[in-house]
């Protein structure tokens, strides 16, 4: 086996301990077979072996830490024409901004490669702002004209269509500055580049023609809208959240294809700002990823607003006929209909990883079965200098997950560290009205892993704080273990129920008993004293139960 050993100083050591260390940080590095650091001297001493790192990672490792730093080896800042970089980023959202915030931090000389949406990726510019933006907007010109007291009558708003997309666009551009761009403009060791970025092999990306080195990479592209192959559908110009959002004109109508998170928020902002709207999916409810009584309380709520659902619907064909476009759809019974569409279609069937660009048969790296890259609980994948966050890798698609994973990707790729992406009791939201919210796991997940659980759900018109708002829709439901009375997962379905899911997620990460939950204080008229209500409910008829229940 071949073995090759270098010597260098490095500054920043303050005692005995801090070479121990240092010792200890090369030692776990694959390929290091030994490390001798002296405080006194001020030296380190690496033999390692050159199949599997090199020299420059183990200075790099060295440069990665907070305190220490090898004399000489200052980390390029990538602007002095070479194209050596400690670590090259290629995507721009939100993952890699966390990304290029710990790096920076880390004093390791960063290349950001960004092609397709503008730097700051999906969320603010496509997804999470634009779209709670319209439904905010949505919700005012709803409660306009819909009231819960019989003495107060709404006498409608006059919604300006283009106005509210021109203000979204707005706030947008403010917030991909603001949040994004700005946070940013003064680190010294980040160079952005915009392009798409190409696998060479394993340390050489190519970007528009130029080749760019790393010691490691991190591939944070996300995920794109998931075109289903369905005859005409390429000949119809249809839309997906990245066009719609931009639509000043205020479409006829909308038909979205899907009865997923995105299609039903869609769904109930554009039909709350006067748009009508019909949702074909081919499955048989929405939201199909929950239990069933979830998609019925929003089935209920839609419907009840005016938004047309057609569940077990399969579109098979699309073409169009003078401004019009006809949707030839399998029925339920297996016969055949065509639905007119006069307004536009919009896509909203899922997404997919976003990795056809990036070469990744040049370099071997493992994906799984649905397309996504494959990593671990530390962002590493099957290549030691390569790592993946956000929707583009096999971990759940949130905004605030790929923060996460960009950041210990950076830490674990660069400080010796081995921090984890634990989900177990990860909170989420879909922003429909009654939101639904959930953590941990649902019954029928807990019975395929095999748990003994118990359910309580307790209906909000047994909440004080919605009876007195007159508004009692949906319920909150609680899964505890019966062994151990730890609560084990939460739904919610409730207006602003995704402000109680953090509690419960919380409840759930520190292994919060049900009684624990019970005997807690909560103030009385708010909508977390049902935490304590559907607590009490597993051994108690919520029903018989006074305002002051313990």
Sequence with gaps: MNKETVKFDITGMTCDHCATGIEKLLTKKEGVKEANVSYSKATCECSFDPAKTSKEEIISTINGTKNYRVKGEIPDNGNSGNNQFDLIIIGGGSA?????????????????????????????????????????????AYHATHSNFEGIKPKGADIDFAQIIKDKKKLVATLQEKKYMDVVSDFENLTMLKGWATFKDNKIIEVDGKEYKAIKFLIVTGATTNIPTI??????????????????????????????????EIAMAYNRLGVKVRIIEFTDRVLRTQTPDISEALEIQMRKEGIEILPNFRAVKFEKNGNETIIHCKCPDG????????????????????????????????????GHIAVNEKM??????????????????????????????????????????????????VFTDPQIAGAGLDEAQAESKGIPFEVSKLELKDVPRAIAANDTRGFIKLIRNTETDKLIGARVVAPEGGELIQQLSMAIKYGITVKD????????LTLGEGIKLAAITFGKDVSKLSCCAS
């Design 517 to 524: 939950l019970a005997d807690s204080f909560y103030p009385y």
């Design 96 to 140: 890699a901004f966390s990304a290029a915030i710990k790096a920076e931090s880390l004093g390791l000389s960063t290349l950001m490669v960004n092609g397709g949406l503008d730097f700051g990726g999906t969320c603010v510019n496509v997804g999470c702002v634009p779209s709670k933006n319209l439904i905010r907007a949505g919700e005012t």
């Design 380 to 429: 590493e994948t099957n290549l030691s200098n390569i790592y993946a966050a956000g929707d583009v890798a096999n971990t759940p698609a949130f905004v605030y997950t790929a923060a996460f994973e960009g950041k210990i990707a950076v830490e674990n790729a660069f400080s010796g560290t081995e921090n984890k992406a634990d989900y177990s009791s990860l909170p989420w939201v």
């Design 335 to 370: 016969s055949f209909t065509q639905i007119v569409e006069k307004g536009k279609v919009v896509i909203a069937t899922g997404t997919k990883p976003h990795t056809s660009q990036l070469g990744l048969d040049n370099i071997g790296l493992k994906l799984t079965q649905s």
């Design 231 to 264: 005859e005409g559908l390429d000949k119809i110009d249809y839309l997906t959240n990245v066009s719609l959002f931009d639509l000043e004109e205020k479409p006829k109508s909308l038909t979205i294809m899907g009865a997923g998170y995105i299609g039903l």
